[in-house]
């Protein structure tokens, strides 16, 4: 963890208090893939990382507060996948590499942060603006860029001027969300990772430029 971090009373922590903070985040990400969000509690995380509820309330408000936090550090990181598709070309054999590369990148993002991913999706159904504030974050990375390039081959002629830019993106964009949250469900149909990814890539290309891929 880079620059300054505080503790909950204000104080500037030092290099000790940092390391000892990120070790609670750390023991909180670990407990989240298997336990309920709610069922984790203060005293279970301080265990975990050797040492004391008093010193996890020193960094954090309660569980739902360090949860947050981590939320908010894979909203950093998933803003990184705007890279997956900015400035990328769709034409072409390149267009039909865009969209492999989207769609690995992003599945493999979802499965990298699966837990806290899921802990963001149910905030933000159950209508907790802080839970939904950050799965937009991390989902309109992908979604401006890929409006984006809709608007740019409609500007070259490649696309009808009927498409919409923000609703194509936004669909596909929740589409990937919703298979990338459910990939290990895709066994239970026979389905299979290598299966799954250039078909998600087919829909993909085919929803941002209206034409098969040439691969």
């Not at 922590?13 to 509690?41: F, H, I, N």
């Not at 409609?154 to 298979?179: C, E, F, N, T, W």
């Not at 990814?197 to 098969?212: D, F, M, Q």
Request: hydrophobic letters at 40%; proline letters at 3%; charged letters at 25%.
């Amino acid at each position: 963890m880079t620059g300054q971090v505080r503790t909950v009373d204000g104080r500037v922590a030092g290099r000790r208090g940092q390391a000892t903070r990120q070790k609670l985040l750390d023991c909180l990400s670990e407990m989240l893939s298997s336990s309920p969000y709610r069922d984790v509690k203060v005293i279970d995380v301080a265990r975990k990382a050797g040492t004391s509820p008093a010193t996890f309330y020193q960094y954090f408000p309660d569980v739902e507060g360090a949860v947050l936090e981590i939320a908010e550090e894979v909203a950093k990181e998933g803003a990184g996948l705007t890279e997956l598709v900015a400035g990328r070309s769709w034409v072409g054999k390149a267009g039909w590499t865009t969209s492999e590369q989207l769609v690995e990148g992003f599945l493999d993002f979802w499965r990298h942060n699966d837990a806290i991913l899921r802990v963001i999706d149910l905030g933000a159904a159950e209508g907790d603006k802080r839970f939904y504030k950050i799965r937009m974050k991390i989902l309109n990375s992908v979604t401006n860029s890929l409006t984006d390039s809709v608007k740019e081959l409609q500007s070259k002629g490649k696309v009808d001027k009927d498409v919409s830019p923000a609703a194509m993106a936004g669909s596909l964009v929740a589409m990937l969300a919703a298979v990338a949250s459910h990939q290990k469900g895709f066994t239970t149909w026979g389905v299979k990772q290598a299966e799954l990814r250039p078909n998600l890539a087919l829909l993909v290309h085919l929803g941002i430029t209206g034409k098969k891929p040439t691969k």
